[in-house]
C-alpha cells in the first residue's frame, strides 16, 4: 500500500515478547490528559448549578460564588483543549462504510464477539461517536456557555437568548456526560485499552483484537 | 385619602417574620410556613403618579444605595434603566390617546412585582439565595447569592440587575425590614400624592376598587388593576387607566408568565438529565456484571507476533 489511511504520526510496533504498538505520543496524551481533567471538573461544577441536590460541589471549588467564577473558565481550557485533539484525530475518525457494517453488529460488540465483525482501522465507529458527539456538543457548550457568561457577555444578549442558552446548555452537558461515561466505561471494559493513553503503548494482541486493520497497515508499512 | 401608616415608636420591636415565615426557598425543599401570614401588596395608581421621583431616592436613602450620576439623552427617565443600585425607576410615556385626542403622560415605576410565583426563585440554583416571605414578599438573600444571574433568565419583568463590583444579583426587597417592624416601604412613605399605597392585599384590592370607580367616573372605561393572573398574582399591583393595554406603560408585560423554556430547563430537563446519567452509568454497570471484560487472549497475542514477524 502506497499510502496508509489508518496510521497516524508516531504509531509503530515494536516486535518483541510480546509485540507492543506505539499508540499515542506524549504530546497527545497530554492533550488528552487536560482534556479530561477539564471535562471533569467542568461535570462538577455544572452538575453542582444543575440539580439543588448536588450544590453541595461547589464546596470542591470554594464554594458557589467561586465555582460560578471558575466554571466557565476551566470550559476556555477545554474549548482549546479539545482544539487540539480534534486537529489531532479527526481523519482517521471520518466515517466509513464498514463503520456501518461495525454499528449494525452492535450485538457481538457488546458480547465481545471480535471475530463476527470487519476488521477496524485505528478507531472503530464507537470510537468515533465519541469523537463527532463530544465535538457538536463541545461548540455547543462553548457558544451557548459564553451567552450565559453573566459577569464578562451579559450584556450583549437578550434575556429571550440567554433563557434559550441556558437551556441548550444544559442539554448538551447531560449529553456530553453520558457521552464521556460510555467513554470511559468502554476504556474499562476493553482490558488492555488504558495504557494507550498513560504509556502510550497497547500490545499487539489488543491491537490485533480491537484493530487489526490499523496493524496491519502499521506492519506493511514498516 | 388612604389612612396613613403611623410613625413608628422609637422602641425597637421584634421582626414580625423571618426566616421561620418562608412558603419557597430557592434551591431547597421546605415545609412551607403554616398558617400563612396575611398577604400584603403594595398598590401603585399610576393615575395618581406626577413623576416626582420622591420614591426613587426614598429608596435610594433608606437602602443606601448610590447610584452613578448618569447623561441625559432628552428623556425624564434617570437613570435610564434599573440597576444593581436602582431598584425602583419611574418610566415615562407620552401617549397620544386616539379616542380622546388627548396627551397623556403615563408615569410608571417600575421595580420587582413579586409575583406570588416568582420566576427568579424557581431559577435559582443557590439554596436560600432567593426566598418567599408567608406574607407574599420575595427577597434576595445576598449572603447565598453566587452572582450567577440565573434569576435575570426566569424573571418574566426583567427586573433583577447584577452587580459589576460584588456580582450579586439585586432587586426591590419590598422593604422587607420596615415591613417586618409594621412600616410601609420607603417609596410608600416618600409619596406625596398617595400614589403608592401600602397594606394587605385584600385591602389594597379594594382600594383599588374605588380608585376604579372613580377613574371610569372620569372617562376611563377600560380603568382597571394589573394583577397579573400568569404569575398567580403579584404583591406589587398597578392601577392603570388603560389596563386592556399594559403593555402601553413602557412596555409592561401584558400576560407576564415564566418562560416555557426556563420551566423545561428547570423541569424536565433537571430531572430527565439526572435520570439520563444515572442510567448510562447503570447501562455501564450491568453490561459490564453480564457480559464481563473483553480481555485479550494469548492467541491474540501470537496472531500478532505472527503478523509482525512475517
Given amino acids: 500500500m502506497a499510502t496508509s489511511t489508518e496510521v497516524a504520526r508516531g504509531d ?21 490528559w487536560i482534556t479530561a481533567a477539564s471535562l471533569v471538573l467542568l461535570a462538577l461544577s455544572g452538575l453542582a448549578l444543575f440539580h439543588p441536590s448536588l450544590f453541595w460541589l461547589t464546596g470542591l471549588f470554594g464554594g458557589g460564588p467561586n465555582t460560578r467564577a471558575i466554571h466557565p473558565w476551566i470550559g476556555v481550557v477545554l474549548f482549546f483543549s479539545f482544539i487540539g485533539l480534534f486537529i489531532r484525530f479527526w481523519k482517521l475518525n471520518l466515517w466509513e462504510r464498514t463503520d456501518n457494517v461495525w454499528l449494525g453488529k452492535i450485538r457481538d460488540v457488546l458480547t465481545s464477539n471480535e471475530e463476527n465483525l470487519p476488521e477496524v482501522g485505528k478507531y472503530n465507529a464507537g470510537q468515533k461517536m465519541v469523537f463527532w458527539s463530544m465535538s457538536i456538543l463541545i461548540i455547543l457548550l462553548i457558544t451557548s456557555g459564553i451567552v450565559i457568561w453573566e459577569q464578562y457577555f451579559g450584556g450583549y444578549f437578550s434575556i429571550e437568548q440567554r433563557r434559550l442558552a441556558v437551556l441548550v446548555h444544559a442539554l448538551a452537558a447531560v449529553a456530553a456526560i453520558c457521552v464521556w461515561i460510555v467513554h470511559v466505561y468502554a476504556a474499562i471494559w476493553v482490558r488492555g485499552t488504558i495504557s494507550a493513553m498513560t504509556s502510550g503503548r497497547v500490545t499487539g494482541g489488543w491491537a490485533w483484537r480491537h484493530h487489526r486493520k490499523w496493524l496491519r497497515e502499521l506492519v506493511s508499512g514498516k | 385619602m ?135 414578599i420575595v427577597d434576595f438573600v445576598k449572603a447565598n447569592c453566587i452572582g450567577c444571574g440565573y434569576c435575570v433568565k426566569g424573571c418574566p419583568f426583567n427586573i433583577p440587575r447584577i452587580s459589576k463590583v460584588d456580582n450579586k444579583a439585586y ?140
Fill in chain 2, 2 to 136: 388612604y389612612p396613613v401608616i403611623p410613625n413608628p415608636i422609637a422602641k425597637p420591636i421584634d421582626a414580625k417574620f423571618g426566616e421561620k415565615d418562608l412558603v419557597k426557598r430557592s434551591a431547597s425543599s421546605i415545609t412551607p410556613a403554616s398558617p400563612r401570614q396575611t398577604q400584603v401588596a403594595k398598590l401603585i395608581d399610576v393615575s395618581k403618579c406626577i413623576g416626582c421621583k420622591a420614591c426613587q431616592v426614598a429608596c435610594l436613602e433608606w437602602n443606601n444605595l448610590t447610584e452613578e450620576v448618569g447623561v441625559n439623552v432628552g428623556v425624564y427617565d434617570n437613570p435610564h434603566d434599573l440597576t444593581p443600585n436602582t431598584w425602583t425607576l419611574m418610566r415615562y410615556t407620552e401617549y397620544e390617546n386616539p379616542e380622546s385626542g388627548n396627551l397623556e403622560w403615563l408615569i410608571r415605576k417600575d421595580g420587582c412585582m413579586h409575583c406570588e410565583d416568582p420566576g427568579c426563585l424557581k431559577a435559582c440554583p443557590a439554596p436560600g439565595a432567593i426566598v418567599q416571605y408567608s406574607n407574599g
Fill in chain 1, 12 to 32: 509503530a510496533v515494536h516486535r518483541g515478547e510480546p509485540v507492543t504498538v506505539d499508540r499515542y505520543t506524549t504530546g497527545a496524551r497530554i492533550n488528552h
Fill in chain 2, 171 to 310: 432587586k426591590c426587597s419590598l422593604c422587607s425590614d420596615r415591613v417586618a417592624v409594621g412600616q410601609g416601604p420607603a417609596c410608600q412613605k416618600a409619596c406625596p400624592t398617595q400614589a403608592i399605597v401600602f397594606g394587605t392585599k385584600d385591602e389594597m384590592k379594594k382600594w383599588a376598587d374605588f380608585r376604579i370607580k372613580d377613574l371610569k367616573s372620569r372617562g376611563f372605561k377600560n380603568a382597571g388593576l394589573y394583577d397579573p393572573p400568569g404569575v398567580q398574582g403579584t404583591h406589587v399591583m398597578y392601577v392603570l387607566q388603560h389596563a386592556d393595554k399594559p403593555n402601553l406603560y413602557a412596555g409592561l408585560a401584558d400576560n407576564p408568565r415564566i418562560s416555557p423554556l426556563v420551566e423545561f430547563w428547570k423541569g424536565f430537563t433537571k430531572y430527565a438529565g439526572l435520570t439520563a446519567m444515572i442510567a448510562t452509568a447503570g447501562f455501564g454497570l450491568l453490561h459490564h456484571v453480564v457480559a464481563g471484560a473483553n480481555r485479550v487472549t494469548e492467541h491474540d497475542e501470537q496472531e500478532a507476533k505472527k503478523l509482525a514477524e512475517k
